[in-house]
């Protein structure tokens, strides 16, 4: 069984976070997804409109998501591939070449899959935010 590991915030889940996950199963039999805790977020700078827990419900009924765990730290990812006993870690080609990652292909594969291009979490919140002030004028 090749199990593949991604991490990721997957906040306001959109088609981009579900191309890359469906993708990623494609590639083996079982995928962990790792999900930026609240204060792990807090660390990486963002802040989720839904919260761990609400993200976390949400990505286990998507159909290729077979575990998520929490991502509270940028270094755990060596023991979560120990742990889970990955064979591949996949990520979104913004993250290419990314040390973070890259330390990982001592313990297991690494891939960079094309990332989804005028699709964002920051672009909803912008459009969404636009729409209301559109709102406004009529
Ligand atoms: N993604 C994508 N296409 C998009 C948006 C996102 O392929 N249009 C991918 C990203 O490359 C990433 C995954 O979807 O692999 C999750 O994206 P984010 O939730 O934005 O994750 P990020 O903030 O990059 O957190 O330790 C790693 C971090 O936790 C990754």
Redesign the pocket.
Known sequence: MKTIL??????LLHY??V??LKRAKERGDYLIVAI?TDEFNAI?G?KAYYSYELRKEILEAIKYVDLVIP?KT?EQKIDDVKKYNVDEVV?????AGNE?FEILRDYCQVVY?D???G???TQIKEDLNLKEDDNELR
């Open positions: 991604t991490y990721g915030t997957y906040d981009g976070h191309r890359l930026s990486k963002k991502e940028w990520m979104g080609s913004d993250w973070k899959l990332r989804t291009e699709i964002s979490t």
